[in-house]
T-cell receptor
Framework: GENVEQHPSTLSVQEGDSAVIKCTYS??????FPWYKQELGKRPQLIID?????GEKKDQRIAVTLNKTAKHFSLHITETQPEDSAVYFC?????????????FGAGTRLAVHP | DAGVIQSPRHEVTEMGQEVTLRCKPI?????LFWYRQTMMRGLELLIY????????DSGMPEDRFSAKMPNASFSTLKIQPSEPRDSAVYFC???????????FGPGTRLTVT
């Protein structure tokens, strides 16, 4: 069935460094890839997304890249700050049946140390 | 926009009791999703509705779990009887059917003792 794998499961960086989280998906027909940030005790919040008709999208310090051939997509955070510390989830839209179900990765716990 | 609303925010109950979780989606959204989150299993999709109709309930753990959406602005997730292994945070999310962005509610933290 459809599957999304996410790596690494934990990531520790120094403030100001960059962080990269990578995901792979199994359904080659998937066409929408969102990223969610979940702070401790809070809800997952959509921070950026990308659709299959583009290869890269940026929003200030956050960027997402998509390689459809390899079925990879990645989240890049530059100039990390302590408030970036959270769990990040990638997801891919399931295409089967034409419905709008998302398949989530297992999450990456990012720690940014001052 | 009030966002997705869930109640209660916290629920503590004893094993064997019935638990009902409630969700109000964002006004105008016509897709609604119920998720369960635990440390061990991560974020799991339990069931989702399009235009109030259940589309995929393959994630519902067992017959003790049931969900309804009687109208476009209200959904319930019921567990009867509850068990300690049901302890988790339950999230509701909503979206437009033809859009892809899902917006999550604040969640209900359920503890079954």
């Amino acid at each position: 069935g459809e599957n999304v794998e996410q790596h690494p499961s934990t990531l520790s960086v120094q403030e100001g460094d960059s962080a990269v989280i990578k995901c792979t998906y199994s359904d080659s027909a998937s066409n929408y890839f969102p990223w969610y940030k979940q702070e401790l005790g809070k809800r997952p919040q959509l921070i950026i997304d990308i659709r299959s008709n583009v290869g890269e999208k940026k929003d200030q310090r956050i960027a997402v890249t998509l390689n459809k051939t390899a079925k990879h997509f990645s989240l890049h955070i530059t100039e990390t700050q302590p408030e970036d510390s959270a769990v990040y989830f990638c997801a891919a839209k399931a295409i089967s049946g034409g419905y709008n179900k998302l398949i989530f990765g297992a999450g990456t716990r990012l720690a940014v140390h001052p | 926009d009030a966002g997705v609303i869930q109640s209660p925010r916290h629920e503590v109950t004893e094993m064997g009791q019935e638990v009902t979780l409630r969700c109000k989606p964002i006004s105008g959204h016509n897709s609604l999703f119920w998720y369960r989150q635990t440390m061990m299993r991560g974020l799991e999709l339990l069931i989702y509705f399009n235009n109030n109709v259940p589309i995929d309930d393959s994630g519902m753990p067992e017959d003790r779990f049931s969900a309804k959406m009687p109208n476009a602005s209200f959904s319930t997730l019921k567990i009867q009887p509850s068990e300690p292994r049901d302890s988790a945070v339950y999230f509701c999310a909503s979206s437009f059917l033809k859009s892809y962005e899902q917006y999550f509610g604040p969640g209900t933290r359920l503890t079954v003792t």
